[in-house]
């Protein structure tokens, strides 16, 4: 794993490198799909487009991150999160970019913060977790969704490659 910008506190830079890999990953992803219309293209037994998941990814990061965590003012709509539509795979990578300085912020305010206090936002459906425990969710949740992203690409585009989305060099512990 590259070493972790100093900003990083040491008890959570296992959650940041997840993060910036999947991020990472995702942004590969999206650069190969051939334009934004296989983006949108809806797949018979999938229940999103690969636009629609990369736009829920980086909302729920950039709430629960980058503004909870690090005070970033990102304001989500997640209901556009699955309903817009036709956003170019550039405007895309812009979106994860915007993430990655959103998920940097949140890491940042993390160091007087105990990873087994309480998550200080709100959670949906009454749910309680720790800082740890909500970020394992979030890394979780990320990483199921880089999953989705990356059979629909494979799906829609015919192209059976992969993008290194688990490098797991992008991983490795630290020295």
Do not use: K
């Not at 956003?87 to 890491?107: C, I, K, M, N, Y």
């Not at 993390?110 to 977790?129: E, Q, R």
């Not at 969710?137 to 999953?147: I, P």
């Amino acid at each position: 794993m590259p070493t972790p910008p100093p900003h990083v506190p040491p008890h959570y830079e296992w959650a940041y490198a997840a993060l910036t890999r999947e991020l990472a990953a995702m942004q590969r992803e999206v650069s190969s799909y051939p334009d934004s219309a296989s983006l949108y293209r809806a797949v018979a037994g999938l229940p999103n487009t690969g636009g629609v998941l990369v736009q829920h990814c980086a909302g729920n990061l950039r709430h629960f991150v980058g503004a909870v965590l690090g005070g970033t003012g990102y304001i989500r709509q997640r209901d556009l999160e699955f309903t817009s539509q036709g956003l170019s795979p550039d405007a895309l990578v812009d979106e994860l970019q915007r993430t990655q300085t959103d998920v940097a912020h949140g890491f940042a305010a993390l160091h007087a913060v105990d990873p087994d206090a309480p998550w200080p936002g709100a959670l949906p459906a009454g749910a309680s977790y720790t800082v740890r425990g909500f970020l394992q969710h979030l890394t979780s949740h990320v990483a199921y969704h880089l999953g989705q992203l990356d059979y629909h690409r494979r799906l829609v585009t015919g192209n059976v490659a992969g993008v290194g989305a688990m490098d797991v060099t992008a991983m490795s512990p630290l020295p």
